[in-house]
């Protein structure tokens, strides 16, 4: 069964309203979790890496003011896409390490369209 | 940094016959590589993964590849394939030891024609 589960799979919204997708691992404990993003026939890409207790890591050109990271608990990450735009329609996956066994385990991933 | 090339975007190949998704990596320190096969909106799933010790690792479904260092390639290979097989392919890599980030090549799409 699936070790992390993301919630929603699915949704769509207005443009300006804010998104909240949520990342649990089910049955282990994670420190870290990774959020990917995926455009429509592309690859995956890492946008920042969850730390619990701490801040998120952003990778270059990810704005951290537009894309809220929340790892408050230590099975718990969610990323918030604030005011979101069309353009900010995509295929979004987190993952999360298991005590550094590998491979890492994918959510299931969500799919925004922002209308 | 890492980096993964699938230098490969499509790769049409006609029903029980072989296939071979090409994948270099690069990288100045030790890593896992894995393979992922993702079908039209659903999420990844974990075809094969190279840890260590033998360099031919095999997965689901058929699919079987070979990590070789001297060439940094882990190329993914199938000696039949079926009109199923059609996805996306990624083939990606990890630091070996802690907590890193996964990096994934741009993907190379299987076509089986039957």
């Known amino acids: 069964g699936a070790v992390v589960s993301q919630h929603p799979s699915w949704v769509i919204c207005k443009s300006g309203t804010s998104v909240k997708i949520e990342c649990r691992s089910l049955?282990?404990?994670?420190?870290?979790m990774f959020w990917y993003r995926q455009f429509p026939k592309q690859s995956l890409m890492l946008m920042a890496t969850?730390?619990?207790?701490?801040?998120?890591?952003?990778e270059q050109g990810v704005e951290k003011d537009k894309f809220l990271i929340n790892h408050a608990s230590l099975t718990l990450s969610t990323l918030t896409v604030t005011s979101a735009h069309p353009e900010d329609s995509s295929f979004y996956i987190c993952?999360?390490?298991?005590?550094?066994?590998?491979?890492?385990?994918f959510g299931d991933g969500t799919r925004l369209s922002i209308l | 940094a890492q980096s993964v090339t699938q230098l490969d975007s499509q790769v049409p190949v006609f029903e029980e016959a072989p296939v071979e998704l090409r994948c270099n990596y690069s990288?100045?320190?030790?890593?896992?590589l894995f393979w992922y096969v993702q079908y039209p909106n659903q999420g990844l799933q974990l075809l094969l993964k190279?840890?260590?010790?033998?360099?031919l690792v095999k997965g689901i479904n058929g699919f079987e590849a070979e990590f070789n260092k001297s060439q940094t390639s882990f190329h993914l290979r199938k000696p039949s394939v079926h009109i199923s097989d059609t996805a996306e392919y990624f083939c990606?890599?990890?630091?070996?030891?802690?907590?890193?980030?996964?990096?994934f090549g741009t993907g190379t799409k299987l076509q089986v024609i039957p």
């Open positions: 969850s730390n619990e207790g701490s801040k998120a890591t952003y």
């Open positions: 990288s100045s320190v030790s890593v896992y």
């Open positions: 049955d282990f404990q994670a420190t870290t």
């Open positions: 993952s999360a390490p298991d005590d550094g066994d590998q491979p890492q385990h």
């Open positions: 990606a890599v990890t630091h070996s030891g802690g907590y890193q980030k996964v990096t």
């Open positions: 190279y840890l260590s010790g033998s360099t």
